[in-house]
């Protein structure tokens, strides 16, 4: 074991790992606020512990953290982000997101196992969703042929994983693959999990910013198959995206 706590055998050797880890751990266990902590526990229902850095604080320590730092290659990637998922604190996590959004562009289509394995470990809204549009959505835009495994997670037993597939495209605008964005609306109108019924809602008012007219008619079409919550979620702010005729 390391000093962070990661076994580094969990995911690629990675040198710029090394150094990110033990620069990471050492400046956010430095910062830790424990009064801070369990309100941030508390707030995110208990889905790990914290160690209580507010977001401005948090991503300070991050930028003098990798200060000087190479660009990575998509290894290096993907063990800094198993790494940091493998320790316990919530904020080491959040790291690794803001990493991946920011070299999601040194990603291949051969990362999605990873991503996958991220939004299906201690998983909530906080990670998952930041995963779906920035992480995921990236590998589905340049690659499209991934379609096909989003495919299989939108009928995934894993609400998060449902969850990650109707999300991916809320980033797309124009882009958006709108026969599949419905199709999964329609393949998972019926599920029971609120967190399932509100991206539903969600990924649908998002596209309504690019095709508000689409949107409108599928639910007229389709509103009888979906929960009042997922409806008023799709239709929020509808007519003022359309704007005046």
Known sequence: MTVTGAD???GPHSALADTVLE????AYGGAADARRAAAMRAYMKDVAPFLGLPTPDRRALSRAVLAG????????????ALRCWALPHREYHYFAV?????????????????????V??????????????????ALVAADPGLAADLDDWIVDEDLWVVRTALLHQLR???????D???????????HPAFFVRKAIGWCLREYAKTDPDAVRAFLARERGRFAPLTVREALKNIDAVRGPS
């Not at 620069?23 to 050492?26: F, I, V």
């Not at 299906?120 to 959505?137: E, M, N, P, Y």
């Not at 599949?180 to 019926?190: E, K, P, T």
């Open 120 to 137: 299906t470990t201690t998983s909530w809204w906080d990670t998952v969703d930041l995963l779906a549009a920035h992480v995921v959505g």
């Open 8 to 10: 580094p055998a969990d």
């Open 172 to 178: 797309h605008k124009e882009r958006t693959d709108a």
């Open 69 to 80: 730092t190479p660009r990575p290659v998509e290894d290096d990637c993907t063990a800094i």
């Open 180 to 190: 599949r964005l419905f199709a999964y609306c329609l393949r998972q109108s019926g």
């Open 23 to 26: 620069r990471l751990t050492a």
């Open 98 to 118: 803001d990493y991946l959004r920011r070299h999601a562009e040194r990603l291949s289509s051969g990362f999605l196992p990873v991503a996958r394995r991220l």
